[in-house]
T-cell receptor, first 115, second 111 residues
Framework: KAGVTQTPRYLIKTRGQQVTLSCSPISGHRSVSWYQQTPGQGLQFLFEYFSETQRNKGNFPGRFSGRQFSNSRSEMNVSTLELGDSALYLC??????????????FGEGSRLTVL | AQSVSQHNHHVILSEAASLELGCNYSYGGTVNLFWYVQYPGQHLQLLLKYFSGDPLVKGIKGFEAEFIKSKFSFNLRKPSVQWSDTAEYFCAVYGNNRLAFGKGNQVVVIP
């Protein structure tokens, strides 16, 4: 079966701009989680969506937001970009949620560079 | 919220050497524990997991991990590494409705 697909894979923005990243989960998976990965900081949890509802949220400012559609596809948005937002943004899907029944399936990520 | 600590962020070792990566977490409730691996140029994938039962769990590629509840630890081990084990390894803990990751261990195996 097809894996988790993230688009775009690479993008460059300037400070103050906003960006939208997309994630298509594995077919049948209802939970989508987003993580920010930076060197030395590992993966930091952004939020998790399940059946179009945000079920959990990490400690990121309100500039980071997301949503999930009825087909389980998810988007995350970062407004008013800052240099420190440069990172690899990972999306992961699972049947019922991270850690509940098994593993997360990760996409290859969207690498955002903010200049 | 729970936190996860991984020590020795950079590990360099020769083939056939033994590997042990430490993972400690802080959370007092019931947890599910995971190790994920990210090979160069690839996406993160599950190495092994612990939910309950035998605290010694075996994963893919000869890896195993031991859950010691009293020490809040879930250390990863492999008796004899190969060059193909070069990767970044992440410990993750599920508790309080969220999955938290450690900062990772970058492991380089020299042929």
């Amino acid at each position: 079966k097809a894996g988790v697909t993230q688009t775009p894979r690479y993008l460059i923005k300037t400070r103050g701009q906003q960006v939208t990243l997309s994630c298509s989960p594995i077919s049948g998976h209802r939970s989508v989680s987003w993580y920010q990965q930076t060197p030395g900081q590992g993966l930091q949890f952004l939020f998790e969506y399940f059946s179009e509802t945000q079920r959990n949220k990490g400690n990121f400012p309100g500039r980071f937001s997301g949503r999930q559609f009825s087909n389980s596809r998810s988007e995350m948005n970062v407004s008013t970009l800052e240099l420190g937002d440069s990172a690899l943004y990972l999306c992961a899907s699972s049947l019922d949620g991270p850690g509940i029944a098994g593993e997360l399936f990760f996409g290859e990520g969207s690498r955002l560079t903010v200049l | 919220a729970q936190s996860v600590s991984q020590h020795n962020h950079h590990v360099i070792l020769s083939e056939a050497a033994s590997l042990e990566l430490g993972c400690n977490y802080s959370y007092g409730g019931t947890v599910n524990l995971f190790w994920y691996v990210q090979y160069p140029g690839q996406h993160l994938q599950l190495l092994l997991k612990y939910f309950s039962g035998d605290p010694l769990v075996k994963g893919i590629k000869g890896f195993e991990a031991e859950f010691i509840k009293s020490k809040f630890s879930f250390n990863l081990r492999k008796p004899s590494v190969q060059w193909s084990d070069t990767a970044e390894y992440f410990c993750a803990v599920y508790g309080n409705n969220r999955l938290a990751f450690g900062k990772g261990n970058q492991v380089v195996v020299i042929p």
